[in-house]
Antibody, heavy 119, light 109 residues
Framework: QVQLFQSGAEVKKPGASVKVSCWAS????????MHWVRQAPGQGLEWMGIINPSDGYTSYAQKLQDRVTMTRDTSTDTVYMELSSLRSEDTAVYYCARELHSASYWAYWGQGTLVTVSS | EIVMTQSPATLSLFPGERATLSCRASQSVSSNLAWYQQKPGQAPRLLIY???TRATGIPARFSGSGSNTEFTLTISSLQSEDFAVYYCQQYNNWPPRVTFGPGTKVDVK
């Protein structure tokens, strides 16, 4: 069955960078796009961007495109999301999510990774 | 950017009652709309995609309708496990410019 496993919680200082990983299992890694979505404490969902694990194509939310980088490693079936120049507003749970039916909605989610930005 | 709005912000109902949640898009998204349920401490769960297609394993009491800019999620008879926050999401563009509504919290009256 499809499973997505994310790396553990992180605490970072303002201005630092964080890199979150998402290991995929139970399907052909290169067959489906992966997205990243985040959720600040007590807030709604925010889409961050998409990566094609097959060729590395990426597209980012305009709000984050100067600070976010998504990459993949096909040898380990893992996608990564790196966010730089962290600020307190980046404190959130970060999720990876796999497309269903080759469209941007997601039946498969990672467990979430809490990133806390605090001085 | 397509702005999604949801109403009401909170819906207080008794178990067994019918819940009607609304979602509106600032411009047409055709039928490219999904609904998710989220409980505290959990990832969102896909309920509906294509505005009206139930995802695998979703009970028949959940139904979606609408197109273009106006959408509805209906829960025909609320069960205890249905009290949660519900989000609508549009996915009308390529490359994706996904946006979510702010959510509707369904709580116990």
């Amino acid at each position: 069955q499809v499973q997505l496993f994310q790396s553990g919680a992180e605490v970072k200082k303002p201005g630092a960078s964080v890199k979150v990983s998402c290991w995929a299992s139970g399907y052909t890694f290169t067959s489906s796009y992966m997205h990243w979505v985040r959720q600040a404490p007590g807030q709604g969902l925010e889409w961050m961007g998409i990566i094609n694990p097959s060729d590395g194509y990426t597209s980012y939310a305009q709000k984050l495109q100067d600070r976010v980088t998504m990459t993949r490693d096909t040898s380990t079936d893992t996608v990564y999301m790196e966010l730089s120049s962290l600020r307190s507003e980046d404190t959130a749970v970060y999720y990876c999510a796999r497309e269903l039916h080759s469209a941007s909605y997601w039946a498969y989610w990672g467990q979430g990774t809490l990133v806390t930005v605090s001085s | 950017e397509i702005v999604m709005t949801q109403s009401p912000a909170t819906l207080s109902l008794f178990p067994g009652e019918r819940a009607t949640l609304s979602c509106r898009a600032s411009q047409s998204v055709s039928s490219n709309l999904a609904w998710y349920q989220q409980k505290p401490g959990q990832a969102p769960r896909l309920l509906i995609y294509g505005a009206s297609t139930r995802a695998t394993g979703i009970p028949a009491r959940f139904s979606g309708s609408g197109s273009n800019t106006e959408f509805t999620l209906t829960i025909s008879s609320l069960q205890s496990e249905d009290f949660a926050v519900y989000y609508c999401q549009q996915y009308n563009n390529w490359p994706p410019r996904v946006t979510f509504g702010p959510g509707t919290k369904v709580d116990v009256k």
